[in-house]
């Protein structure tokens, strides 16, 4: 049995830059506080609070005086940072840069927006973390979309200028941008550059995963992809294995690993989301290994 970790799965620059920045603060403080998951892996999440990482959330927030609090890769919007003055909370912020730029972006577009009687469209899903802090920046104006009954929310005699969350899928991204177009031309009988305005703000670290992914799935016999459960882009990377190998398997730990879905003879190979750290994804691949010592003895 051969078992291979895909060398480009694991965390994106982001997510592995906050959780250096909670772990060097962590080593000279007596406790940290995070708002929300550091990242959307319950493994990980548990062992950075076995080290002293206090989650807590924005209710939470209010409440908190002269502590410390670390902002994770995904962003927050304006009023996270006006709390944090009026009850003199130091910020420790590991915003991914990606995400700061895309928010300054959707901020500026959305001043234009105002002034031209447009609206901000952003495609992604409503209430995840990122888009909370890009809705910030246009005083919760703009409209979220993900499933086609949500373009309803748009008046499509209006200005549209539409930006996407930066870990949603290229491909649904673009097929979004068609069907808006569709919409304005249904309504308006033409399409023009003033009327709509499509920003592909999707990371391309991200992005890239996809085709990666279908090489080495193709390559597999069998597919292990390890992922947290409430991981937005564990769920749309594993469809893509899925797309190209039917022997794909979502776990979030290596307990959750059938010994049914070998044989001796398979190819294997271990993948994640951007929010699967490299150790899990090694611990699954030990696991595997030692099912694999078990099959030789059983020979």
């Given amino acids: 049995m051969e078992v291979t970790i895909d060398k480009n799965s694991g965390y994106c620059f982001g997510v592995e830059f906050a959780i250096k920045m909670a772990e060097d603060e962590m080593e000279s403080s007596e406790k940290l506080y995070c708002l929300g998951d550091i990242v959307h892996n319950d493994m990980e999440v548990k062992r950075l609070s076995e080290k002293g990482l206090v989650v807590i959330d924005r209710e939470q927030l209010q409440e908190l005086t002269d502590c410390k609090v670390l902002i994770r890769a995904h962003g927050e919007p304006p009023e996270t940072y006006r709390t944090a003055i009026e009850n003199n909370i ?14 300054h972006r959707v901020k500026t577009a959305f001043d234009k927006m105002e002034r031209e009687q447009g609206q901000i469209v952003i495609y992604g899903k409503k209430g995840h973390a990122e888009v909370i802090g890009l809705t910030g920046q ?109 022997k794909s398997y979502f776990v979030e730990n290596e307990t959750e690993i059938d010994p049914m879905w070998f044989s001796a003879e398979d190819k294997i190979g271990i993948c994640g989301a951007t929010s699967t750290p490299m150790w899990l994804m090694e611990r699954v691949m030990h696991h595997i290994q030692s099912l694999e010592a078990g099959m030789v003895l059983e020979n």
């Fill in 90 to 103: 130091e910020l420790i912020d590991a915003s991914c840069p990606v995400v700061l730029k895309l928010q």
């Fill in 138 to 246: 246009t005083l919760e104006k703009a409209i979220v979309v993900m499933e086609d009954q949500d373009l309803d929310k748009i008046d499509f005699s209006r200005p549209v200028t539409l930006f996407s969350q930066t870990t949603k899928s290229t491909k649904g991204f673009y097929e979004l941008k068609t069907k808006i177009e569709d919409r304005i031309k249904s309504e308006k009988g033409q399409l023009s550059e003033v009327d709509f305005n499509a920003n592909d703000s999707i990371c391309r670290q991200v992005s890239n995963r996809e085709p990666q992914l279908q090489r080495f799935s193709i390559e597999s016999d069998v597919i292990i992809f390890v992922s947290g459960k409430k991981s937005s882009n564990g769920k749309a990377l594993f469809q893509v294995c899925l797309a190209e190998n039917s």
